[in-house]
């Protein structure tokens, strides 16, 4: 057997942990979203049920793994050496795909992904191999194509049945119990936590555990020939099981049916999608096995077709368990799982907050047909009959910003409604991504329940329409990518295999940084002290200030510097760092200042007032500052003409001048002793005179053709941000002064 064989078994392992670890990054969201989004349990809690979901459905994945091996092409028309190969370009893939979504927080499809790698690899190779023996075959000798097209066209149609389903029963659930539903919930709560559980119970043992030793074929006929029967006898059990805990032992039932569904999706996540990720593995050790057992009977391996892949699978329960084990500490450790559930959150949130996506045509398009057909509904609509429907719509206050994302009932809709259409989905033998389901379903279920309000409707719906884009590219990026990966190795041979892992190594690095930064992003965007009365917001404008002011004189002061001297990458760090501040108070005043000033408690009108004007003017500074870098680095960039020295005395006199005013005024606030702001007038009037003085020499030069248009336009432009920066700047120090003033 040649030793390269042992090595492509080695770097499918390699690949099969990895692809774990991002897989389950991806996947985590189908049974996390909705115990996250309700904060049914401390996170310890939901992570604990959704492990042990994890480790047994695990354990019993072995009758899933048969898809790797023969689920989109015939392995007795590939030899030994073309299926390894196949199976390494699908791994290679995978790996590297899976975590680019994970990366940019994107819930995808593991199984849509395999799929597609395992087709486009299985093509490519059958057309390599027709071209190098030059054969006349047909590729559907190869390629089981009725077999992948039903896969496409049952995961396709499930996106829009999931949307509808969920949005309909979340319309009808909200209108039975309100969002006041403690009350309802006494007497109906019972019968909902058993319909709810029967359909998870349903869910858990025909889609979660179907297909492995766990229940045996004599045991499901008996399922199929009796489900409507079994059906009725659970509903009876759990409605009394249910009625009983809430009743007599003040159990709350909700909790219970939300982590009985967590667990049962987290079950037939690890049973059914284990094979996405070590499936590839276990299929290219299997025919690693048989070929040295051929070899070791005199037989030649370049000779050997993989015909016995379509043989009965047997998995050692070892690589299950080893399986099982790395996808919880996955489950546990993984920041970019935390990012891919974070992105469904929020787009099914009730309420507003920092939007993670902006507005599209599309999106706006969506909205406004969507306000047209409401607004027709509501002119037909009874007016009791509106008055009844707003009644059971209307919202219970926020109290804090740590509340849950939205309430137990939306949550066990979710769950019930994924495990019911899964179920249904199973039984008639259609195949259907967890993935679609889940995230389709939370989707229906916002959008019905009015989370996606005037507020936040273009956003949310940007994301979502992002996310389907997503699972289409999935598709097409995996089947694509895969042949190219296949072709390369059947090319290339061990030279490409070391290649390629060099690669995936890269990459892994790559992206790994990108989600630092962009995790640092999201943070900034949302790290703010919860303020909840008026001496903690006065001294929190105040230390915020001195930190802020700080950093914008130093941004600008480099920024003069970086003219100068022509200085490009001080220049292109400049302009990160600004435009980082400016989206920073940008976001502060579109999502924080309204909801801080309905958390204080006993504030006057006044502080509020001046509180306003202060992020107002903070966001004024750093959008001046903002376009004073960007276009210094677009100038200086372009490989445009420096400043002269007449125009860097003029410019470094203004801002020299606005430089001194601040650091003044960062130093009265060090001192909490705002005094001798009167006496900075006459520095004030100097930077004015400064500015005129600067803007009428440069006119001149311009005159004179002395100074290009370029440079003319990029000098007037920093200029007149500078007279906005300590315009802004003396309104700023106004401000504070009466803001602390009102705490003395």
Same mark, same amino acid.
């Given at each position: 057997?040649?030793?390269?064989?042992?090595?492509?078994?080695?770097?499918?392992?390699?690949?099969?942990?990895?692809?774990?670890?991002?897989?389950?990054?991806?996947?985590?969201?189908?049974?996390?979203?909705?115990?996250?989004?309700?904060?049914?349990?401390?996170?310890?809690?939901?992570?604990?049920?959704?492990?042990?979901?994890?480790?047994?459905?695990?354990?019993?994945?072995?009758?899933?793994?048969?898809?790797?091996?023969?689920?989109?092409?015939?392995?007795?028309?590939? %030899?030994?050496? !073309?299926?390894?190969? =196949?199976?390494?370009?699908?791994?290679? #893939?995978?790996? /590297? &795909? @899976?975590?680019? $979504?994970?990366?940019?927080?994107?819930?995808?499809?593991?199984?849509?992904?395999?799929?597609?790698?395992?087709?486009?690899?299985?093509?490519?190779?059958?057309?390599?191999?027709?071209?190098?023996?030059?054969?006349?075959?047909?590729?559907?000798?190869?390629?089981?194509?009725?077999?992948?097209?039903?896969?496409?066209?049952?995961?396709?149609?499930?996106?829009?049945?999931?949307?509808?389903?969920?949005?309909?029963?979340?319309?009808?659930?909200?209108?039975?119990?309100?969002?006041?539903?403690?009350?309802?919930?006494?007497?109906?709560?019972?019968?909902?936590?058993?319909?709810?559980?029967?359909?998870?119970?349903?869910?858990?043992?025909?889609?979660?555990?179907?297909?492995? %030793?766990?229940? !045996?074929?004599?045991? =499901?006929?008996?399922?199929?020939?009796? #489900?409507?029967? /079994? &059906? @009725?006898?659970? $509903?009876?059990?759990?409605?009394?099981?249910?009625?009983?805990?809430q009743h007599l032992f003040k159990v709350k039932i909700l909790t219970i049916i939300i982590l009985a569904g967590t667990s049962a999706l987290a079950l037939s996540f690890a049973g059914n999608d284990l094979v996405n990720f070590i499936g590839v593995f276990m299929a290219g050790k299997s025919s690693f096995d048989i070929a040295s057992a051929f070899a070791a009977q005199g037989g030649d391996i370049n000779q050997l077709y993989m015909g016995s892949l379509n043989d009965v699978v047997v998995v050692d329960w070892r690589y299950?368990?080893?399986?099982?084990?790395?996808?919880?500490?996955?489950?546990?450790?993984?920041?970019?799982?935390?990012?891919?559930?974070?992105?469904?959150?929020?787009?099914?949130?009730?309420?507003?907050?920092?939007?993670?996506?902006?507005?599209?045509?599309?999106?706006?398009? @969506?909205?406004?047909?969507?306000?047209?057909?409401?607004?027709?509904?509501?002119?037909?609509?009874?007016?009791?009959?509106?008055?009844?429907?707003?009644?059971?719509?209307?919202?219970?206050?926020?109290?804090?910003?740590?509340?849950?994302?939205?309430?137990?009932?939306?949550?066990?809709?979710?769950?019930?409604?994924?495990?019911?259409?899964?179920?249904?989905?199973?039984?008639?033998?259609?195949?259907?991504?967890?993935?679609?389901?889940?995230?389709?379903?939370?989707?229906?279920?916002?959008?019905?329940?009015?989370?996606?309000?005037?507020?936040?409707?273009?956003?949310?719906?940007?994301?979502?329409?992002?996310?389907?884009?997503?699972?289409?590219?999935?598709?097409?990026?995996?089947?694509?990518?895969?042949?190219?990966?296949?072709?390369?190795?059947?090319?290339?041979?061990?030279?490409?295999?070391?290649? @390629?892992?060099?690669?995936?190594?890269?990459?892994?690095?790559?992206?790994?940084?990108?989600?630092?930064?962009?995790?640092?992003?999201?943070?900034?965007?949302?790290?703010?002290?919860?303020?909840?009365?008026?001496?903690?917001?006065?001294?929190?404008?105040?230390?915020?200030?001195?930190?802020?002011?700080?950093?914008?004189?130093?941004?600008?002061?480099?920024?003069?510097?970086?003219?100068?001297?022509?200085?490009?990458?001080?220049?292109?760090?400049?302009?990160?760092?600004?435009?980082?501040?400016?989206?920073?108070?940008?976001?502060?005043?579109?999502?924080?200042?309204?909801?801080?000033?309905?958390?204080?408690?006993?504030?006057?009108?006044?502080?509020?007032?001046?509180?306003?004007?202060?992020?107002?003017?903070?966001?004024?500074?750093?959008?001046?500052?903002?376009?004073?870098?960007?276009?210094?680095?677009?100038?200086?960039?372009?490989?445009?003409?420096?400043?002269?020295?007449?125009?860097?005395?003029?410019?470094?006199?203004?801002?020299?001048?606005?430089?001194?005013?601040?650091?003044?005024?960062?130093?009265?606030?060090?001192?909490?002793?705002?005094?001798?702001?009167?006496?900075?007038?006459?520095?004030?009037?100097?930077?004015?005179?400064?500015?005129?003085?600067?803007?009428?020499?440069?006119?001149?030069?311009?005159?004179?053709?002395?100074?290009?248009?370029?440079?003319?336009?990029?000098?007037?432009?920093?200029?007149?941000?500078?007279?906005?920066?300590?315009?802004?700047?003396?309104?700023?120090?106004?401000?504070?002064?009466?803001?602390?003033?009102?705490?003395?």
């Open positions: 057997m040649d030793s390269i064989y042992i090595v492509i078994v080695l770097v499918l392992l390699a690949l099969a942990a990895m692809d774990l670890v991002v897989g389950v990054a991806n996947d985590a969201v189908n049974f996390l979203n909705s115990s996250i989004g309700s904060k049914v349990a401390p996170m310890w809690v939901i992570l604990t049920v959704a492990s042990v979901g994890v480790i047994i459905g695990a354990m019993f994945s072995t009758g899933m793994m048969e898809i790797a091996r023969s689920g989109v092409f015939y392995p007795e028309k590939f %030899t030994f050496a !073309s299926i390894m190969m =196949l199976f390494l370009a699908v791994m290679i #893939t995978d790996v /590297i &795909l @899976l975590d680019v $979504f994970n990366t940019f927080g994107l819930p995808t499809s593991t199984t849509v992904s395999l799929v597609f790698e395992l087709l486009g690899a299985a093509v490519a190779v059958a057309l390599f191999t027709i071209w190098q023996n030059n054969e006349t075959v047909d590729l559907a000798e190869y390629i089981n194509t009725a077999k992948a097209l039903k896969i496409i066209s049952g995961i396709f149609v499930s996106v829009l049945i999931s949307f509808v389903v969920g949005s309909v029963v979340m319309y009808i659930s909200r209108l039975i119990f309100s969002f006041n539903y403690k009350k309802s919930f006494q007497y109906l709560g019972a019968i909902w936590g058993g319909i709810a559980l029967t359909a998870i119970a349903y869910f858990a043992i025909l889609k979660g555990l179907k297909g492995t %030793t766990l229940i !045996s074929k004599e045991a =499901l006929v008996y399922l199929d020939q009796h #489900t409507g029967l /079994i &059906l @009725l006898y659970t $509903f009876a059990g759990m409605t009394a099981l249910m009625a009983l805990l299950l368990f080893g399986a099982g084990v790395i996808m919880v500490l996955a489950l546990w450790f993984s920041k970019k799982a935390k990012s891919v559930t974070k992105t469904e959150v929020n787009l099914s949130r009730q309420g507003e907050g920092v939007e993670q996506f902006s507005s599209t045509k599309a999106s706006r398009s @969506l909205v406004r047909n969507a306000l047209n057909i409401s607004k027709f509904i509501n002119y037909i609509t009874p007016v009791k009959v509106k008055s009844f429907i707003e009644s059971r719509f209307k919202p219970l206050e926020k109290k804090q910003s740590g509340d849950p994302s939205f309430d137990m009932i939306r949550a066990s809709v979710n769950l019930t409604v994924a495990a019911a259409l899964i179920s249904m989905g199973t039984s008639l033998k259609l195949p259907l991504s967890t993935t679609y389901v889940t995230f389709m379903v939370a989707m229906g279920s916002a959008l019905a329940d009015r989370a996606w309000g005037r507020e936040s409707a273009v956003y949310r719906i940007t994301g979502v329409l992002t996310v389907i884009s997503g699972w289409f590219l999935t598709a097409f990026v995996a089947f694509s990518a895969s042949a190219i990966v296949a072709l390369i190795l059947m090319i290339g041979g061990i030279y490409a295999i070391i290649g @390629l892992i060099i690669l995936v190594v890269a990459l892994l690095i790559q992206f790994a940084i990108v989600h630092k930064k962009r995790e640092a992003r999201e943070e900034q965007k949302t790290s703010t002290d919860i303020i909840t009365n008026e001496t903690e917001l006065i001294n929190s404008c105040s230390n915020e200030m001195e930190e802020a002011i700080s950093s914008m004189v130093r941004i600008y002061r480099s920024t003069i510097e970086g003219v100068s001297n022509e200085d490009r990458k001080l220049l292109n760090q400049l302009q990160r760092e600004a435009n980082a501040i400016y989206l920073k108070y940008k976001n502060r005043r579109h999502y924080e200042v309204v909801p801080t000033l309905k958390r204080i408690q006993g504030a006057s009108i006044e502080t509020e007032q001046f509180y306003i004007q202060i992020i107002d003017y903070f966001y004024e500074i750093s959008k001046a500052l903002k376009a004073m870098t960007e276009a210094s680095f677009t100038y200086i960039n372009d490989n445009h003409e420096g400043f002269s020295k007449e125009q860097m005395v003029d410019l470094k006199k203004l801002s020299e001048a606005v430089i001194d005013v601040s650091n003044e005024f960062v130093s009265m606030i060090q001192r909490w002793d705002y005094s001798e702001l009167e006496q900075l007038k006459a520095k004030r009037q100097l930077i004015s005179d400064l500015y005129a003085e600067a803007t009428r020499n440069q006119i001149k030069r311009a005159k004179s053709q002395t100074s290009g248009t370029r440079n003319s336009i990029l000098y007037l432009s920093l200029l007149n941000e500078t007279k906005l920066i300590a315009m802004q700047s003396s309104n700023l120090m106004k401000s504070q002064r009466r803001l602390v003033r009102l705490l003395k």
